[in-house]
């Protein structure tokens, strides 16, 4: 698994949070967690066209779009849950602009390439690998 | 020297030791006093982060209490590391309190119990209440000076059941204070908690269905005794002298029951099966009863 390769825009991510060392790795996710886009009116009035991913112990709702040959993602998780809302960003922010079967083609154990399982423990990273999932059956589901 | 108990608030005097909590008000007067340490504890490991009480330092049940290769408690030398560093001494007052109506803060409280760290307790409606109240907060990392605090063994035998103390216990009161769908069996796992998931679903046979949450009012803050009276002595049919085993998932919710059942009703034997439903629901050959009844004990 670990050897297929990140696309490139997670992999220069997954580079920046191995670069500090992990006390610093919390602080570069929080600043993830704030760059989370809120969501664009069309999809913040009408939130079931979002799906909740059940794996996270945080209420956050994803929707993988495709227009035009390429994936667009949007998230949205409360305030009171930073770290959900981090996962959330490094992955809208990683896999932008991507195609369909680029997305799909994403290695499931991003989570586990980001230097954070002391620093968050593996049973929280568990919550991003069931928001990849998702978005990847999503796209799988809308490009069908 | 332990600091003051909190003797303003009413509802507090009805508990059977009140000075296990703290209001708000409380602690906002005594920040900084000597002897008084506060210790924020949340599930989402980024709060403290993004703000926190002044001076409060933080500690993270999963990544800091726990042992990071077996599935355990960090030792007495783990221990007294961990809170030589954070500054705190065996002798100081400490106030837990977190996200989630406390979940993780009396999760901590409890493993400090193991320790034996004397006077320590919650923040009554912990971290939400503080924030709704517009207290302040800070982004400012706690600056604490380190201690010698010693090392001390952890005792495993009073407030702690296995799963084999569970099993010799059974004929007892058992408190399972998961939802109702976990309970009945309906699903293995709490409903935003898939990834803690066990291979049977039920409970425990005997085990009154009691979700934790029953004993926290809208605010976050815990229900007067009356109430917790009716919920638990009534409700569930405990009485004085039981011997009770308290269990979850892994634990956490659990460790809040815990604190109510001894700390709040003043039960003096109860113990927290921290295995709970993930070791339970996937150990063999142990009885398990699915369905909303709490079902009879097998004979051996």
């Keep these: 698994m670990s050897d297929e390769t990140l696309p490139p825009a997670l992999a220069e991510i997954s580079e920046e949070f191995l670069a500090v060392g992990e006390p610093d790795r919390l602080q570069l996710l929080l600043e993830f967690s704030r760059e989370l886009p809120t969501l664009p009116s ?18 956050v709702y994803i929707v993988a779009e495709v227009d035009g040959g390429v994936v ?8 009171e849950a930073p770290t959900t809302r981090g996962f959330a960003s490094i992955l809208v922010q990683g896999l932008a602009g991507l195609t369909p079967d680029e997305v799909l083609a994403t290695p499931n154990d991003v989570a586990h390439r980001l230097g954070l399982g002391r ?10 690998s069931g928001m990849l999932a998702r978005i990847k059956r999503q796209v799988a589901v809308r490009t069908a | 020297m332990p600091v003051e108990t909190d003797s303003s608030d009413d509802k507090f005097a009805g508990y059977a030791h009140p000075e296990r909590l703290v209001t708000t008000e409380w602690l906002e007067e005594r920040l900084g ?4 340490v506060v210790v924020e504890s949340d599930e ?3 709060l403290y982060e993004v703000g926190h009480i002044p001076g409060a330092v933080k500690v993270d049940w999963h990544t800091e209490l ?29 106030v837990i309190y977190g996200d989630k109506n406390n979940w993780w803060a009396a999760y901590a409280l409890w493993v400090f119990t193991l320790f034996g760290h004397e006077d320590v307790r919650l923040l009554d409606g912990g971290r939400d209440k503080w924030i709704a109240e517009d207290r302040p907060l ?27 103390d569970v099993l010799t216990h059974l004929g007892n009161p058992l408190v399972d204070v998961r939802s109702p769908e976990e309970y009945s069996g309906e699903r293995t796992t709490a409903p935003a908690y898939p990834e803690e998931g066990a291979l049977r679903a039920g409970h425990i046979p005997s085990a009154q269905n009691v979700p934790w949450g029953k004993a926290v009012a809208e605010d976050g803050t815990f229900r007067p005794v009356v109430d917790l009276d009716a919920i638990y002595r009534d409700g569930a049919g405990l009485s004085e002298g039981d011997d009770i085993v308290a269990y979850c998932r892994i634990g956490e919710r659990s460790s809040h029951t815990w604190f109510v059942l001894t700390h709040l009703l003043g039960f003096e034997n109860v113990r927290n099966y921290d295995g709970s439903w993930t070791e339970w629901g996937s150990a063999v050959r142990v009885p398990i009863v699915t369905g909303t009844k709490p079902g009879r004990v097998p004979s051996e």
């Design chain 1, 42 to 59: 069309r999809l913040a009035e009408h939130p079931e066209l979002l799906e909740r991913v059940a794996e996270c112990q945080s209420p």
């Design chain 2, 138 to 164: 800070t982004t400012e990392p706690a600056e604490r000076p380190t201690t010698r605090y010693p090392i001390v063994v952890r005792d495993d035998t009073v407030v702690r059941a296995f799963k084999d």
């Design chain 2, 44 to 46: 989402d490991v980024l």
């Design chain 2, 66 to 94: 726990n042992d990071p290769v077996q599935r355990d408690y960090v030792d007495g030398a783990g221990f007294a590391a961990l809170l030589s560093a954070k500054g705190i001494d065996r002798s100081d007052t400490v």
């Design chain 2, 33 to 36: 006093t000597d002897g008084l």
């Design chain 1, 119 to 128: 620093a968050v423990s593996p049973l929280r990273l568990s919550g991003m």
């Design chain 1, 72 to 79: 667009h993602l949007h998230a949205t998780a409360p305030e």
